[in-house]
């Protein structure tokens, strides 16, 4: 596995390299050259700073299923969980299991509680990509006066806010389905896991799977009824996220082409189509995201758009791994079942 994830991140980093050649790389180096540094790391300051809100977003979670804990051990365990996320491919989706089961293992707690709280928490962090991020589309579309040209996309941005109103409704609303929907995927997963993981294909039997589901329901719905826990993790979130649109502002301001902060929360919000890319954390995928956003809604150049996107992606992407490594390192000293007790 972690062969594969090193392999992964080369790959990406070269295709970074080669989109940066494509765009001219002795145009995005000189952007970067000149970059202010005083400016630059109110970026870092930023980014530390969506960090915390979004743990506390967690914090606010896992003391609703189970008794406060330290907020160190929250903390450690949500810089954990984002390096998981970013240097896995497709991490955004595939770690919330495992991330779940390390909050079992410090939290001693049982695993559905753990995966609801975790659940909960991450999709109240992505909230603010649909509610903020359509107020700054509402500002691009209709007062940043755009090109003609972005307007064609406004229902295709329209029918993608109604798509995942309409999955999310489905998951909530109607759990039969999404009851069977996830019998079904984890039936498929455990014919692929019989052929190269035997001793793991068992843990998505029918009955196991049905087990955990009906005990993450009921762990949500507890979490839905603290509405107090559920404001305050909102508003903490949407915070983060601001922070987050921040670190973009920044990065542009450093390298002396200035946008409206709109336009940052706009393109900070565009930029999770990136992530589609099977790349660790959408790298390459979301860099070339961003600054075709901002060529298209700025007078950038396509390789100031780049070096923006370059240095937004290093106080975001780069400094999280590097927090987050360390952070689950100094995790693994407290680990509570060292190997020699297990």
């Known amino acids: 596995m972690k062969r594969k994830a090193v392999a992964a991140l080369a790959i990406a980093l070269l295709l970074l390299v080669l989109f940066t050649v494509v765009v001219g790389w002795e145009g995005v180096l000189a952007a970067i050259g000149r970059a202010s540094i005083r400016t630059y790391a109110l970026a870092f300051a930023a980014a530390a700073g969506c960090l915390l809100c979004r743990s506390l977003v967690w914090h606010r979670m896992l003391s609703t299923v189970d008794r406060p804990r330290p907020y160190w051990l929250v903390g450690s365990l949500f810089l954990t969980a984002m390096f998981a996320k970013y240097v896995a491919p497709y991490g955004q989706v595939t770690s919330g299991v495992g991330i779940a089961a390390i909050v079992s293992r410090y939290y001693d707690s049982a695993y559905e509680e753990a995966l609801a709280a975790v659940a909960s928490a991450d999709f109240l962090n992505y909230v603010p990509y ?83 589901f009906e005990g993450f329901y009921t762990t949500l719905d507890l979490v839905s009824r603290d509405r107090r826990a559920l404001a305050s993790a909102l508003a903490y979130a949407h915070a983060g996220w601001l922070a987050f649109a921040a670190v973009l502002y920044v990065s542009a301001a ?75 390192i100094a995790l693994t000293l407290k680990d509570p079942l060292p190997p020699e007790a297990g």
Do not use: C
Request: proline fraction near 6%.
């Open 130 to 212: 649909y509610t903020f991020g359509s107020i700054a589309l509402g500002y691009v579309l209709f007062v940043y006066s755009p090109p003609i040209a972005l307007e064609q996309y406004a229902p295709m941005v329209a029918a993608l806010v109604v798509g995942v109103v309409a999955f999310v409704g489905v998951v909530w609303l109607r759990r039969d389905l999404a009851y069977e929907a996830i019998l079904s995927l984890s039936s498929g997963l455990r014919h692929v896991l019989e052929r190269v993981a035997p001793g793991r294909a068992g843990q998505l039997r029918r009955e196991n799977v049905a087990r955990r």
């Open 254 to 328: 450093a390298v002396e082409a200035p946008i409206p902060f709109g336009v940052a929360m706009a393109a900070v919000a565009l930029s999770k189509i990136g992530f589609v890319v099977p790349t660790p954390g959408g790298l390459g995928g979301v860099e070339a995201a961003l600054a075709g956003v901002l060529v298209l809604l700025t007078p950038m150049s396509s390789a100031v758009a780049l070096a923006v996107a370059l240095l937004y992606r290093f106080a975001t992407y780069w400094f999280t791994i590097l927090v987050g490594g360390v952070a689950s």
